[in-house]
T-cell receptor, first 115, second 113 residues
Framework: AQKITQTQPGMFVQEKEAVTLDCTYD???????LFWYKQPSSGEMIFLIY??????QNATEGRYSLNFQKARKSANLVISASQLGDSAMYFC????????????FGEGTQLTVNP | EAGVAQSPRYKIIEKRQSVAFWCNPI?????LYWYQQILGQGPKLLIQ????????DSQLPKDRFSAERLKGVDSTLKIQPAKLEDSAVYLC???????????FGQGTRLTVV
């Protein structure tokens, strides 16, 4: 079974609007962390935001927020006020306590911001 | 602060040849990772080092892939002999502690023909 599922291969959004990128995960480990990374065409993976399984509040970092719904096992990324520079691949990833610090990635979502 | 450095950026080789990639992590980062990213997929962990010891190499194809991290700093990843299916981007990442976020380099794009 896939541990991380990103069901949106591609998403489009107008500049200055908000967009939600979906991520669902599968784990039986009570302790885990969820990450979002951005990969522009240059290839580098850029860390955006982190949510721990025991965190009571949703994580926020500037224009990025993570909509964490533990019972549904979802960790959607919300980008507010989209900018042209947000166009990139976005990967959701999970780290389970039982697997040490290995990050398991989803297949990614290609976001395109239109002017 | 300098980021994770990788070289070369691009490499084209014929199948059955050997190739090596180099990674210099962020200064002071004890944990180093090598990931393989096949086109259209998310990265997959190949090997993880903690200082110069291997923590996880369960997904490394050990019959052809090898990696080392001498002195707990720089690392090299080698493929010998290469196969067509090894065509991918090889990403190196480092983190200061095991349970903190990983910082990635720009990767080496390998094409095997």
């Amino acid at each position: 079974a896939q541990k991380i599922t990103q069901t949106q291969p591609g998403m489009f959004v107008q500049e200055k609007e908000a967009v939600t990128l979906d991520c669902t995960y599968d784990t039986s480990d009570p302790s885990y962390g969820l990450f979002w990374y951005k990969q522009p065409s240059s290839g580098e993976m850029i860390f955006l935001i982190y949510q721990g399984s025991y965190d009571q509040q949703n994580a926020t970092e500037g224009r990025y927020s993570l909509n964490f719904q533990k019972a549904r096992k979802s960790a959607n990324l919300v980008i507010s006020a989209s900018q042209l520079g947000d166009s990139a691949m976005y990967f959701c990833a999970m780290r389970e306590e039982t697997s040490g610090s290995r990050l398991t990635f989803g297949e990614g979502t290609q976001l395109t911001v239109n002017p | 602060e300098a980021g994770v450095a990788q070289s070369p950026r691009y490499k084209i080789i014929e199948k059955r040849q050997s190739v090596a990639f180099w990674c210099n992590p962020i200064s002071g980062h004890a944990t180093l990772y090598w990931y393989q990213q096949i086109l259209g997929q998310g990265p997959k962990l190949l090997i993880q080092f903690q200082n110069n010891g291997v923590v996880d190499d369960s997904q490394l194809p050990k019959d052809r892939f090898s990696a080392e991290r001498l002195k707990g700093v720089d690392s090299t990843l080698k493929i010998q002999p290469a196969k067509l299916e090894d065509s991918a981007v090889y990403l190196c990442a480092s983190s200061s502690r095991v349970n903190t976020e990983a910082f990635f380099g720009q990767g080496t794009r390998l094409t095997v023909v």
